[in-house]
């Protein structure tokens, strides 16, 4: 592949249009279209980090290479971008990798618009696991590609109790899958309106120190999460939560201390991302404090069937506390739930609130917990888990088009090893 792209040079905020050839696996740049005067060229392996760059000037995109020099590109236009994109995430899958007739699929759990979440049992060694799949004409369809690339990347690296396992990554012409730890006990919205949205401030306080603490740990990873709802909140067998789904988090990096993008869902969206000025990890204290409220209260604070209604209540009302008896929760809450990011609280606030006084952070997965998912002792329990999802027929269709195979996405935890 060849063409003109341009490309950011050594100097902060100056580009410059060069001439660029990839060939096998080099990546090469040149002043001129002859290939006259090469000014640099580097080697595309599955070690380089491929990112897209937000900006309002134009469609650009990032190699960073293993020793942490990077190369931003721009594209004249989105055809080109997506062209580029994909051929530089076109790198050979290793041998040997794995295949998803090596488990046996037992039950659909969840189905979202990109693919779905099955529950699987790996034939070799009996292992349990929920394997998500994704489709990649969708993905390439809605220029998402580097949705699955970023999730992989965030499960594969960030470690925390709370946080759900990568047991393993693969792909297949047509698809992603990401084989995850399996959570039987489902999720906090399934037990929320089973319970008629009654639970205790004992839950509620273990529920808010655990994602409290799986959220800080992304932020030391230079992550924000974006997506904090009752449906990405896991309940173990325990008792204890774990969070999921990475698929709209984003990775910062090292010199990167806001992004603009919106997206995320709307009740829950914080002041700053609605109004496009650029946001940092703040947003995801926010959306806890209307997690915490939803817990407390029973329902969101800002909610409304009119979006515009709903994001003018996020941007300029406050929330009714009246429902809220316990005056150092609706305290917490109310921290959380600042408008201004600078003055929310954050994890130390948190931590150091009334609410939690007397709570031991020091070691909470040991701690009793209150809420226990019912029938979730067996492996293949499907009692925490939708009945529309989990009745329908189980199996992994590959009716897609063949589309292109993306390097460095084939990954096995140690532990699944």
């Known amino acids: 592949m060849e063409g003109w792209l341009v490309k950011r040079s050594g100097i902060p905020h100056f580009w410059h249009k060069r001439y660029c050839v990839i060939e096998s696996n080099c990546f090469y740049i040149y002043l001129d279209q002859q290939r006259q005067k090469m000014t640099n060229w580097f080697s595309i392996t599955p070690k380089s980090q491929v990112a897209l760059m937000e900006s309002k000037k134009g469609l650009r995109f990032k190699i960073t290479q293993p020793e942490g020099k990077d190369f931003a590109f721009q594209a004249k236009d989105e055809k080109e971008f997506h062209a580029w994109l994909n051929h530089i995430l076109l790198l050979s899958i290793p041998e040997n990798t794995e295949k998803i007739n090596e488990y046996e699929i037992i039950s659909v759990l969840g189905r979202g618009f990109y693919g779905k979440v099955v529950l699987a049992k790996h034939k070799k060694t009996g292992k349990f696991c929920a394997i998500k799949s994704i489709h990649k004409k969708v993905l390439l369809d809605m220029k998402k590609v580097d949705t699955i690339m970023v999730e992989r990347d965030i499960l594969k690296s960030t470690k925390s109790p709370f946080i759900v396992s990568l047991l393993s990554s693969f792909q297949t012409p047509s698809k992603f899958y990401l084989v995850l730890e399996y959570v039987s006990g489902g999720d906090l919205f399934m037990h929320l309106t089973n319970n008629n949205n009654e639970i205790s401030v004992d839950q509620i306080k273990l529920y ?3 994602l409290a603490v799986a959220l800080e740990q992304l932020h030391k990873d230079h992550i924000i999460y974006r997506d904090l709802k009752p449906e990405n909140v896991l309940i173990c067998e325990d008792g204890h939560i774990k969070l999921t789904d990475f698929g709209i988090s984003k990775m910062l990096n090292e010199k990167q201390s806001t992004t603009n993008t919106l997206c995320g869902t709307g009740e829950y969206l914080a002041p700053e991302v609605i109004s496009d000025k650029g946001y940092t990890e703040a947003i995801d204290w926010w959306q806890l404090g209307i997690l915490m409220y939803e817990m407390v209260v029973g329902k969101t604070p800002f909610a409304d ?30 921290h959380l739930l600042r408008k201004d990011p600078a003055k929310r609280a954050g994890f ?8 939690f006084e007397g709570f031991d952070w020091t070691d909470m997965k040991s701690r009793d917990a209150y809420m226990f998912p019912k029938d979730s002792s067996s492996s293949e329990s499907l009692n925490n888990f939708n009945k529309k999802f989990t009745e329908e027929e189980a199996e992994d269709s590959d009716a897609m088009p063949v589309m292109e195979k993306f390097g460095d996405f084939e990954y096995v935890s140690p532990e699944f090893a």
């Open 305 to 334: 069937t009119n979006k515009s209604i709903m994001y003018s209540n996020i941007m300029n009302k406050n929330p009714n506390f009246f429902p809220i008896e316990d005056e150092n929760a609706r305290n917490l809450i109310a």
């Open 208 to 210: 808010i120190a655990e």
């Open 348 to 355: 130390e606030e948190i931590k150091n609130s009334k609410f």
